[in-house]
């Protein structure tokens, strides 16, 4: 068992009262893209500005930055307009082919490889914790998303994705960002709202993602994101 589900069951949901909505959290989530965006680049260290990124996504380039922080930026904008497409289609699933179809995006040009399970092993900046070896990668996918589509609550589903594929590690780069977009891509299709973790959160995020990360103890970081969620969304409630 990877994930402890009895115990990730019994969380306190109470404050996630939201009516699931897929056509109108849709439309939100698309209307907050550059936001997203821009978010989840600077996350990654990216040094473009809020206007810098919109100004890019317009298609002018902008001066005066690594051709490296331009393509971050285009990655993500690409993978989540591949998810807002499929999503539109209904052919956003929890499985291997559409979150390597998604990383082919995230990290394009990137990372070592992209768009493939990593076939040599990693390690995480800031823990002692390593990652699984790449010849289990295949084997834990399948458990773990198993497990986590017997979660009952969707947005527990969506937040426990997010940290199993963080921990992980199945690519060689980008598994935070491909990790955040498979939970959006949950939390969409199942009629939530997206979540956009805030720039100016980075250090009480990554202090939390590496507790975690030490820990394993996934109720303990789902509490934290369960509250940080209803901060964050419930004025759109």
Known sequence: MILDIQKINAIDTTNLTFQPDKKRY???AK???IDFVY???AL???AMTYPEVETLLEGITVGGHKLS??????NQNRSIQLLFSMLDHNRFDLNKHILCALHAEVAREEALSWGVFRDGNVNIGGTDYLPPSSEQLEAIFEEGSNEIKHIKHPILQALSYLLFGARTQFFYGGNKRISRLMMNGILLGAGYPMLNIK???KLEFNTQMIAFYDSGDYVRALDYLCNYY???NNHIK
Not at 69 to 74: A, S
């Open 26 to 28: 849709l439309f939100l």
């Open 31 to 33: 209307k907050d893209k």
């Open 39 to 41: 978010n989840t680049s």
């Open 44 to 46: 990654e260290g990216n």
């Open 69 to 74: 922080d331009e393509q971050q930026v285009l």
């Open 199 to 201: 720039a100016k959160d």
């Open 230 to 232: 209803a901060l964050k």
